[in-house]
């Protein structure tokens, strides 16, 4: 998985707090991608974006949680006043384009919700 | 409603003998397969993909065969390692036109005994 990089590896905060992960991805590549792994599952798509836009967050639950991939820096999934629910393994790819190209994962970031 | 499905959640198979991963899925839209493999506490790694203008693609020991009136995909590793032992997902993606996210099955752990 090198390449992609995600951090923290593991996040733990308290209910009502916020969380931050990070996303750098591979060089050369503009396209970014957040999934979520809960126990037992396959990963959920939830949000696509490019060099400052969002191209689709039909899979990012409409409160709470927000995506950024500034023009400089890494790409930001936040999640406001976490739940015990938001427990999961957050997983970002990136790819160099939108085609029939393969997305490279990161390593995730594990939260964990007190 | 799962779009890609992995019905076998685990498989047993002695090492140097051949695994077999199977995958349906249910959108005649997917026109992008791939495969990957995950460790525990790692991101997914990509194996292998296929196009649907394919009906096999080879790389190693590793061979994905697709049979799009069936709406069926495989992964063959032969000879089978133990460094195989892993989940292992099956992701599909739409064609053109479509934003470019995958959908993953909820993958298939697979045990190759010494």
């Known amino acids: 998985n090198a390449g992609v990089m995600q951090n923290p590896r593991h996040l733990v905060r308290r209910r009502g707090q916020e969380a931050r992960l990070r996303c750098s991805p591979m060089k050369g590549h503009s396209h970014v991608y957040w999934y979520r792994q809960l126990p037992e599952e396959g990963l959920k798509f939830m949000v696509y974006l490019q060099k400052e836009n969002i191209i689709d967050e039909s899979g990012m639950p409409k409160e709470r949680f927000s995506a950024e991939f500034p023009k400089e820096g890494p790409s930001i999934l936040r999640i406001q006043q976490v739940v015990r629910g938001d427990s999961a393994a957050y997983f970002c790819a990136s790819s160099p384009g939108q085609g029939r190209q393969p997305q490279h994962f990161g390593d995730g970031t594990r939260l964990s919700i007190l | 409603d799962q779009q890609v499905k992995q019905n076998s959640p685990s498989l047993s198979v002695q090492e140097g003998r051949i695994s077999i991963l199977n995958c349906d899925y249910t959108?005649?839209?997917?026109?992008?397969f791939l495969w990957y493999k995950k460790y525990p506490a790692e991101g997914p790694t990509f194996l292998i993909s296929i196009s649907s203008i394919k009906d096999k693609n080879e790389d190693g020991r590793f061979t994905v065969f697709l049979n799009k009136s069936a709406k069926h995909l495989s992964l063959h590793i032969v000879p089978s390692q133990p460094g195989d032992s892993a989940v292992y997902f099956c992701a599909a993606k739409e064609g053109p036109g479509s934003q470019g996210n995958l959908i993953f099955g909820k993958g298939t752990k697979l045990s190759v005994k010494p």
């Open positions: 959108n005649s839209m997917f026109d992008y």
